[in-house]
């Protein structure tokens, strides 16, 4: 565990208060660790637009191709 400083805004701090002191560092903790994945899930779905603006379009119909594929096993 690491203690931290950090600049909170009033309402922030407001609301941040109202929560039993013991609860606080969890809820912060729990807070940035969904912040983060969400910023991470971001980035891939940026980084995947951007793969596929590259791409050629596909000219076969694919639903077709895996029922073919799944009926040859």
Not at 3 to 32: C, H, I, Y
Not at 33 to 58: C, E
């Amino acid at each position: 565990m690491h203690r931290v400083n950090v600049m909170l805004k009033d309402e922030t701090w407001s609301a941040l208060q109202s929560l039993p002191k013991g609860e606080r560092s969890q809820f912060v903790n729990e807070a940035l660790i969904l912040s983060f994945n969400l910023r991470r899930r971001q980035q891939a779905a940026l980084r995947l637009a951007h793969l596929r603006s590259g791409m050629m379009p596909v000219k076969v119909n694919l639903t077709e191709v895996v029922r073919e594929l799944r009926d040859a096993h």
